[in-house]
């Protein structure tokens, strides 16, 4: 007991919690834009491994690193227009089309890999964003060495939370797109293109998704390997539902996931390790958000007109 | 003073491959104008109301609009004109604010901001100004049908209409929605507006329209003065014949085939349940249920369908108790529905007009040994929509793609073509145009002088009078007694309706 609260009242653990947090961020708010306009985007998970390997790999031909998250932002923008192509326009079944997506986009970029470095047997490091610390902030305990000594990245992901929050809600583009995934009709009766919206919002929230996943290359780690997004792509789709399409509970959700992954890793070292198989550590995160996503979804109200398609001449 | 029309409409034509849709119409709207556009479903109307709207490419003519040509095909321009819509299906998003609906599309996407105080307060004005009671920050999914369409004409207001066009806006109204609907566009004309009013119910048309224009087939076949006709002429021009209510034939009572026992439901909700009922449906008889919609109709008509079961007294069919009452029992004591609402109800959608002629008698009669007979389902398909003169391409047509009327011939040939004993029809032809109801309420009365007992449930007065042999009304979920043909007049059934002559039990 003594050293859950250690752990708990350790800065490293807050400062790990946020910055595991803060990819899960940049995709939950990229998926959140998509849904919110009507499209499930279940390219997420391919779009982050895409977003991971271009930054990574333009880092490392010598651009900078912002250049990297710039070229990252355009591959996930490319192939959520990919997506939105085939599942606005065309219609075609939002689910096939974006597991699709994400098998392209992983396997172009592990094609990508091996073409680029045919030879190596550990991927090669670049230098990765280093943390930044804001000025008197970062001295405060406990919290300021959680929320104000981060990388650049970090930052960002929560500046795109609150943004996203003030367009949707605070902008007539923000207000069209919500309506366009609520009743597309009542958009189209008003002269606006449903269409462009929804592609537009697909685009948009597929650049956020591909910024999530080279934090992980940018920022966590300084290369790139296999596998390496593992399943955030899915939590991300998790975290929308658990945050009811909102985006301030929606970073709480990815906080709340990122403080359970922290911890258990830092659980593994108590003696309870030494008994319990890592394994049910592993799992624990996954288990307490399903929990979480029970209690807290029930109440949710998903966009009326999410996942369909929008074709003006049909009844 | 020669004033120019606010609307021209000027040989507009359209086809739909080899369907002329709209044939050359001209039509044109004076300022402070209201004119009802008439037609039977399929006359054009909606055509020619969507070209108007830029949501169709005419093939041939111009839209004016205050003299100004509109560019053809473009929703936005027709909206920047002034031009109005109040859709018959609403375009509002239900999780959405009535503000956040209005303000939907009103400003430039890229300008930050809502400005919502001031959104807010003009909202407000205007629902003073036309009586247009709803408040801006409820979420439209709690609104009721008649608020929503307020909201869909605040949306067109917001946006300085000049012209409003309201399609079939009282299809879904009751009574009284309707009577403050009409106030607000006298109030909206005696400000200068102009109001094209689609429509087929008559008796509205001459209350609330200076002109009728009547299509059919397309073309524009009469144009007259409502101060100059009556409704008589204006359905035969809708028609094109003269329309002859049904005869009706002196009834032959048989036995009673449904008996409510002094029965009480439960209240589900916000909805009347049955107080002491006491009913009997007779062989032979068509009994008409007069009521304001939500005085337990809904419970009425579960509880004959089996969906519900008394809370207290009996239930008879054919003279013995039932003690287990559900759907399936219903269909088989040869209970035939016809729903009251037939796109939630009534059938799927998604489903052919096969699949859904055989929602009832799937297990039984197209079924062999658990295996479905499609050949059999699809020949009793083709069969109702031969002898019912269904309109469709085929019985493997998807049903959404069906008019109301035709929808609802399929429902009443799947309903009348087993030959049930008593057959529950709740608003059957709510929505339909004349020559629809008229085909439908002959039906009814074919299968009454067959033998069957028919419960009709109606807020048409005219309806109820015209067809039933015995009339109740319902109020408050109390029933009055059986009033038999012609014993009451129009004034006495209202003072029913309105609770008055109830023994007040509770």
């Known amino acids: 007991m003594t050293a859950l609260l250690d752990i708990l009242l350790s800065a490293t653990f807050w400062a790990a919690a946020v910055r595991i947090a ?261 799992m624990a995160p996954y288990v307490l958000s399903i929990a979480a996503l029970v209690l807290m979804s029930r109440r949710a109200s998903v966009p009326a007109a999410l996942m369909q398609p929008f074709n003006r001449g049909e009844r | 003073m020669i004033v120019a029309p606010v609307l021209r409409l000027c040989g507009i034509t359209k086809r739909f491959g080899s369907l002329v849709a709209n044939d050359a119409i001209s039509l044109s709207l004076n300022r402070g104008e209201v004119v009802a556009l008439l037609g039977e479903n399929g006359a054009g109307k909606t055509t020619l109301m969507n070209i108007l709207f830029g949501h169709y490419v005419a093939d041939a003519g111009t839209v004016e609009v205050m003299g100004q040509p509109l560019p053809p095909g473009h929703p936005r321009a027709a909206l920047a004109a002034g031009v109005g819509m109040v859709h018959q299906h609403f375009t509002l998003a239900d999780n959405l604010t009535v503000l956040d609906n209005i303000l939907l599309g009103t400003r430039p996407l890229w300008r930050p901001g809502l400005r919502k105080a001031v959104a807010r307060a003009r909202v407000q004005a205007l629902s003073q100004d036309f009586g247009l009671s709803v408040h801006p920050d409820a979420r439209v999914g709690t609104l009721s049908v008649g608020e929503r369409q307020r909201v869909e004409i605040l949306k067109a207001l917001y946006r300085d209409a000049r012209i409003l066009i309201l399609d079939e806006p009282t299809a879904v109204l009751t009574p009284q929605e309707t009577e403050a609907l009409f106030r607000t566009l006298r109030l909206a004309v005696g400000r200068g507006l102009s109001i094209i009013f689609i429509s087929h119910k008559l008796h509205e048309v001459m209350g609330v329209a200076d002109r009728a224009v009547v299509l059919r087939h397309g073309r524009v076949v009469g144009e007259v003065a409502t101060a100059d ?194 057959i529950l029809a709740n608003q059957p032809v709510r929505g339909l145009d004349i020559g629809a109801i008229t085909y439908v309420h002959s039906r009814l009365l074919q299968a009454r002088d067959a033998g069957a007992a028919v419960l009709l449930i109606s807020e048409d007065l005219d309806e109820i009078m015209a067809l039933s042999d015995s009339i109740h009304v319902i109020s408050e979920g109390r029933l009055s007694p059986g009033f038999a043909r012609g014993t009451m007049t129009q004034q006495q059934l209202g003072l029913w309706m309105a609770g008055h002559g109830f023994a007040d039990a509770a």
Not at chain 1, 247 to 275: E, I, M, N, S
Not at chain 2, 364 to 387: D, H, L, V, Y
Not at chain 2, 389 to 398: F, K, L, S
């Open chain 2, 229 to 422: 006709t009556d409704r008589h002429a204006l359905a035969a021009l809708m028609v094109g014949e003269e329309v002859v209510p049904p005869k009706v034939a002196p009834p032959t009572p048989g036995p009673v085939l449904l008996r409510l026992d002094d029965v009480t439901t439960a209240q589900a909700g916000t909805a009347t349940g049955l107080r002491r009922v006491t009913l009997d449906l007779r062989a032979g008889t068509i009994t008409g249920l007069a009521g304001v919609s939500g005085n337990g109709q809904a419970a009425l008509s579960d509880l004959v369908s089996g969906v519900i079961r008394p809370q207290a007294g009996r239930l008879h069919i054919a003279g013995a108790p039932v003690t287990h009452w559900t759907p399936r029992e219903a269909v088989g004591a040869g209970i035939a529905r016809i729903p009251e609402d037939r796109h939630s109800t009534g059938t799927i959608a998604d489903f052919t007009l096969t699949e859904n002629a055989i929602l009832e008698g799937y297990r039984s009669r197209f079924a062999k040994g658990g295996w479905m007979n499609w050949r059999a389902a699809r020949a009793f398909a083709e069969g109702i929509i031969r002898t019912y003169d269904v309109r469709c391409p085929g019985p493997d047509t998807r049903i959404r793609l069906l008019s109301g009327g035709n929808m609802q011939k399929l429902i009443l040939g799947r309903v009348l073509e087993p030959g049930p004993r008593i």
């Open chain 1, 22 to 282: 803060s990819p899960l961020i940049f995709a939950t708010m990229g998926e959140l834009i998509c849904e919110r306009a009507g499209v499930l985007n279940l390219g997420i998970e391919g779009i982050m491994v895409i977003g991971a390997f271009s930054g990574w790999i333009t880092v490392w031909a010598g651009a900078g690193l912002w250049e990297g998250v710039a070229v990252a932002m355009l591959a996930g923008m490319l192939f959520g227009l990919l997506h939105a192509v085939l599942v606005v326009p065309f219609g075609l079944s939002q689910h096939v089309v974006g597991l699709g997506v994400t098998l392209l986009a992983t396997s172009t970029s592990y094609f990508a890999y091996r073409l680029m470095l045919p030879q190596v047997t550990s991927p090669p490091k670049i230098e990765p964003f280093a943390v930044w610390e804001v000025p008197v902030l970062s001295d405060i305990p406990l919290i300021g060495p959680a929320l104000f000594a981060q990388t650049p990245l970090t930052y960002a992901a929560f500046a795109v939370a609150a943004l996203v929050a003030l367009v949707l809600w605070r902008t007539p583009l923000g207000l069209a797109i919500r309506a366009a995934g609520e009743n597309p009709s009542a958009v189209d009766a008003q002269g606006l293109s449903v269409t462009g919206l929804r592609i537009g919002a697909v685009v948009v929230g597929s650049g956020l998704m591909a910024v999530g996943g080279a934090f992980l290359t940018l920022s966590a780690f300084s290369s790139f390997f296999f596998e390496m997004v593992n399943g955030r792509g899915w939590i991300c789709i998790a975290l929308v539902v658990f945050g009811a399409w909102r985006p301030g509970k929606a970073v709480l959700g990815a906080l709340l996931f990122a403080a359970f992954d922290a911890l258990q890793v830092r659980l593994q070292q108590t003696p309870l390790g030494q008994v319990v198989p890592y394994q049910l550590f592993l």
